[in-house]
């Protein structure tokens, strides 16, 4: 079901997994949700929310907020969004652990980290 902000659909990815990858399509932008662990068990459900993310082209945003372990298949679809995808990519309340890799990578560069809900004027 989509977030009480999202007037999109919600596709979910990964239900079996520790990690979860949600897709959330609106009319002016796509938010990709994504919690646990996001690792390389997940990479046919990053792929696929990558390529919806493409396919709407439209800018995106990443909550980040829910996630506990980020591997480098979870730094690749940042990367492949950032650069595939219209406007500079967003980052919603990465944990610390998403931080770092952020930083050691400079995928950091390509990104805004947001420290508090983007859309929150727009209930």
Known sequence: ???AN???TDTPRGAGGAGSVHTLLDPDRTRLVL?????VALTDELTEAVTDAETAGL???VDARHVTFMDSSGI???????????GRLSLI?????????????RIGDLVDVV???PDASRK
């Open 59 to 61: 800018p995106v945003e």
């Open 1 to 3: 079901m989509p977030d």
């Open 35 to 39: 919690s646990g662990e996001i690792d």
């Open 6 to 8: 999202s007037s999109g």
């Open 115 to 117: 420290d508090s809900e």
């Open 93 to 105: 309340k990465p944990p610390d652990v998403v931080r770092f890799l952020l930083e050691v990578t």
């Open 76 to 86: 690749a679809l940042l990367a492949r969004l950032a650069n595939r995808t219209p």
